[in-house]
């Protein structure tokens, strides 16, 4: 059975930074595709990164620069560094597997349960 737990969340001040973690379990790790997506409360789900099995990112417009994605996959582990954050970086971040999907967009086949993130201003 397929679990991703995802760790790291908080609340942090505007300009503050935090990484997310995500864990994986149940199938070959090496071999998928990871993501982070994030969902703010009346929005929808949004692609922030992902990484595929040779480690090449992909970013979206909103956060390159500022985020990195990393993974470990001797510790079938996903990470998110997140530097300069502001209030619209305030969402439930989930991590996401799967073997094919399109990087950035929502249809990968396993999804994680979320870490809050909230930045105030």
């Known amino acids: 059975q397929v679990h991703l737990v995802e760790s790291g969340g908080g609340s942090v001040q505007a300009g503050g930074s935090l990484r997310l973690s995500c864990v994986g379990s149940?199938?070959?790790?090496?071999?998928?595709?990871m993501a982070w997506f994030r969902q703010a409360p009346g929005k929808e789900r949004e692609g922030v990164a992902s990484i595929d099995n040779n480690h090449r990112p992909t970013y979206a417009d909103s956060v390159r620069g500022r985020f990195t994605i990393s993974r470990d996959n001797t510790k079938n582990t996903l990470y998110l560094r997140m530097n300069s954050l502001g209030p619209e970086d305030t969402a439930m971040y989930l991590c996401?597997?799967?073997?094919?999907?399109?990087?950035?967009?929502?249809?990968?086949?396993?999804w994680g349960q979320g870490t809050q993130v909230t930045v105030s201003s």
């Open positions: 149940g199938f070959t790790y090496s071999t998928y595709k």
């Open positions: 996401a597997a799967d073997r094919y999907a399109d990087s950035l967009r929502p249809y990968y086949d396993y």
